[in-house]
């Protein structure tokens, strides 16, 4: 069964940058597409950007494309989101999540969270002076 774990939250300040890892466990994760939520205080989750399984596309929501990047290693079975540019506004708990279809991300329809199977316990980003 796979398992998913997120780390690399933490404070940084605005205009910082942080790199996230979403590890995977029990399956290798080139099987999966993997998509990156976030839920800001008070909330709703949003999707931020997903990959493909092994091709390496990516999909990046409007609010964070130029500023966040997502790349994997497969032979780590790590998936890592860089995010730059960082606002008050990115500060959330940030999540990565596993699709066995690459179809969602094709399509560019990859940030609907009902779409993924399997969850990470999430870390938080905090964005403040």
């Known amino acids: 069964q796979l398992q998913l774990g997120e780390s690399g939250g933490g404070l940084v300040q605005p205009g910082g940058s942080l790199r996230l890892s979403c590890a995977a466990s029990g399956f290798g994760l080139d099987y999966y597409a993997i998509g990156w939520f976030r839920q800001p205080p008070g909330k709703e989750r949003e999707g931020v950007s997903c990959?493909?399984?092994?091709?390496?596309?990516?999909v990046y929501a409007d609010s964070v494309k130029g500023r966040f990047t997502i790349a994997r290693d497969n032979a780590k079975n790590t998936v890592y989101p860089q995010m730059n540019s960082l606002e008050p506004r990115d500060t959330a708990v940030y999540y990565c999540?596993?699709?066995?279809?690459?179809?969602?991300?094709?399509?560019?329809?990859?940030?609907?969270?009902?779409?993924?199977?399997?969850w990470g316990q999430g870390t938080q980003v905090t964005v403040s002076s």
């Open positions: 999540a596993a699709d066995l279809s690459d179809v969602p991300v094709l399509q560019g329809n990859c940030h609907r969270a009902s779409e993924y199977d399997y």
């Open positions: 990959i493909t399984s092994s091709v390496g596309r990516t």
